[in-house]
């Protein structure tokens, strides 16, 4: 069965002229525009049936538009059919092979514990508690979360709403279920905890959106789910109270190119690279990811792209992590941009049998990540209107120096400051 994914080579915001406008109208424009498109009735003249929500269509052979992302998913049992489809979408589209991606692997440590913690574990070096005596929590921000889920009845979110969509292996948009956050793994509760949990959260009043795209027992994801998670979190700009708020998206996840075979290799990471320039260019949203678990010498895609602030790990005394994964991108870039608290950072894991809320320690770049998309979504709450590459800049500019090396941990650690 041939399935691709087609990736508009070309940003839409440049293609409509929108570069220069403030950041609602061009969400507005741009969301106004991915409901048209010329291509789908020329795919639909080639013998390719439409998916469409709502409507329980045939698996294959067909197509879905995600006009937000602003790409294509072809399926279809029959080669000449594909071939025409990319023949069709060639000049226009970069055509990218489904692959497997997976989470950076975390290390529980410590134990499990079913007691809330008591005092806070941010350091006053973040910013955290400053951030909490002037009132700031992360209000009017939007964080999306691709993991393996949340478990939203947790005692770190009782009482708030959090959309979640389960994005399953072979996604349709009649198979994205809206249900009630879960996790059967737990890494995405905690990630999501150290964002926005109301007790051991950085900023307890973002607005979350989890997507469980990563699988529980082998955690690993694809391409696919992650084009179509993405694809859905951009599609909250369609209500007129979220075009002006900030959004930052925290991916723990990623390759290294020995994983990828050598002819989709360039495709592949072009892909990965042209979904952060829409998210960034099109939208004014801030990739935060890890960079990976991988010690020095080796960084992971999606994270060592220049247009992902990639995030490396420190202990609460700022000494490197061991397994931070560091070096230099295949485009000549030196990563990690920046650092997280990431080594027995505790959050929440799981409810027990009894419905006990189980906290845990973990450590790993996936949860220095989470760390940084916190400390993000105070600054931008902070300052409204502070977004995308100049949110990005604001962390930048304001990490606090470590002693470490550069190559080890970037500008620094990510704090808060007013």
Not at 240 to 249: L, T, Y
Request: hydrophobic residues 40%; contains cysteine; proline residues 7%.
């Amino acid at each position: 069965m041939e399935k691709f994914i087609a990736l508009r080579k070309q940003t839409r915001s440049a293609m409509l002229g929108l570069e220069h406008s403030g950041t609602a109208e061009k969400r507005s424009d741009l969301l106004r525009d991915a409901q048209t498109s010329r291509r789908a009735l020329e795919l639909i003249r080639l013998g390719l049936r439409p998916r469409l929500p709502g409507r329980r269509m045939p698996v294959e052979p067909g197509f879905e538009r995600l006009g937000n992302m602003s790409c294509y998913i072809i399926r279809t049992p029959d080669d000449r059919q594909a071939n025409r489809a990319r023949d069709l979408l060639g000049d226009d589209y970069l055509i990218v092979p489904d692959v497997r991606l997976s989470l950076p692997v975390a290390r529980t440590g410590g134990g499990t514990s079913v007691r809330r913690p008591r005092a806070p574990q941010w350091p006053d070096i973040s910013g955290v508690p400053e951030a909490r005596a002037a009132g700031i929590t992360g209000k009017d921000v939007i964080v999306g979360v691709l993991d393996t889920g949340c478990d939203a009845d947790h005692n770190e979110f009782a009482g708030r709403r959090i959309e979640f969509r389960y994005v399953p292996l072979a996604p349709t948009p009649e198979s994205m279920r809206t249900v009630r956050g879960f996790d059967t793994h737990g890494h995405g509760t905690h990630v999501s905890g150290i964002i926005g949990g109301r007790n051991v959260g950085i900023a307890p009043g973002v607005e979350l959106l989890v997507a469980a795209v990563v699988e529980s027992e082998t955690v690993k994801t694809s391409l696919e789910r992650i084009v179509v998670a993405l694809d859905w979190m951009l599609s909250h700009f369609s209500l007129p109270e979220n075009q002006h708020k900030s959004m930052i998206i925290s991916m723990s996840l990623g390759f290294r190119s020995e994983w990828i075979d050598a002819p989709d290799f360039a495709a592949v990471t072009g892909g990965m690279q042209l979904l952060l320039r829409t998210l960034v260019e099109d939208f004014d949203v801030l990739p935060v990811v890890a960079i990976g678990n991988d010690g020095p010498g080796v960084v992971r895609a999606p994270g060592y792209f220049a247009e992902a602030l990639g995030v490396g790990a420190v202990d609460f005394d700022l000494i490197p992590w061991p397994d931070s994964s560091s070096g230099i991108s295949p485009d000549g870039l030196p990563k990690p941009d920046i650092v997280g608290f990431g080594v027995d950072v505790m959050s929440s894991l799981e409810r027990d049998i009894q419905r006990r809320s189980i906290y845990a320690r973990m450590s790993g770049t996936s949860m220095a990540a989470p760390y940084v998309a916190g400390i993000a979504a105070l600054a931008a709450s902070a300052n409204p209107g502070l977004q995308g590459a100049a949110l990005r800049a604001w962390l930048v500019a304001n990490a606090h120096t470590l002693t470490a090396p550069a190559e080890r941990v970037g500008a620094g650690l990510a704090r808060f400051r007013l």
